[in-house]
């Protein structure tokens, strides 16, 4: 896969040092934070260090995706994301139709409706944010820049699965999430479309869980 990310490192030794330390001590802080409480010390470590990886970066928008609209026409999105989708869809009903039948119990959250736009700004901003710049800017960048991007995309997939392990929700759109998110990044060369899609994919969440209050007993 030819990608724009990571690029100006593979030209830049101390750029690569600055940026693989950087991106080691945010994922440290970002798995830890995650296990903890502490979701106002967990952005603004997140987002400190984010600063220190743009400047250690040289600040170099292609190299790090920092544009909203991928580099391709967005129309040409349209498909994957619906078989994304779709294909999410169909994994997610296969899985209840057989917690179903081996009459195994599936805890789905509920949510209040005095608790929805709380957890819509948790859920639908903050999260997308947050992750998206700590596994998709800082792990996929400093990894694409170094090992190249099919590696980025294992890496940031394997990582947002121990992240989602952490959260106690390791369900399998979360397991795949994270790969189909990094390989969105390294291909469109944006962060605002994997930011989008994490943020469509958790208020999807979130309607289910809205309507579980209302449905369930």
Not at 64 to 86: C, E, M, N, Y
Not at 129 to 140: A, K, Q
């Amino acid at each position: 896969m030819d990608s724009p990310i990571g690029r100006s490192l593979r030209v830049n030794a101390w750029r690569r040092m600055c940026s693989a330390l950087v991106a080691v001590l945010a994922l440290t802080a970002d798995l830890w934070f995650a296990a903890h409480p502490l979701v106002a010390w967990r952005s603004v470590v997140a987002f400190t260090l984010a600063i220190a990886f743009l400047a250690a970066h040289g600040w170099n928008r292609e190299s790090l995706g920092l544009r909203i609209t991928p580099i391709q026409p967005v129309r040409s999105w349209l498909v994957p994301i619906a078989i994304i989708s779709v294909g999410l869809a169909i994994i997610l009903a296969a899985l209840f139709v057989a917690a179903n039948l081996l009459e195994f119990e599936m805890v789905i959250p509920r949510v209040a409706p005095e608790h929805a736009f709380r957890r819509f700004l948790q859920m639908c901003v903050h999260a997308p944010l947050l992750e998206e710049t700590v596994y998709r800017l800082m792990l996929c960048v400093a990894v694409a820049g170094v090992i190249g991007p099919r590696t980025a995309i294992a890496a940031s997939g394997l990582v947002f699965a121990a992240l989602h392990f952490i959260y106690g929700n390791p369900s399998p759109e979360n397991q795949l999430g994270g790969f189909i998110l990094a390989w969105a990044y390294m291909k469109s060369g944006s962060l605002g479309l994997p930011v989008m899609l994490h943020a469509l994919g958790n208020l999807a969440a979130l309607a289910i869980q809205f309507a579980a209050w209302f449905l369930l007993p």
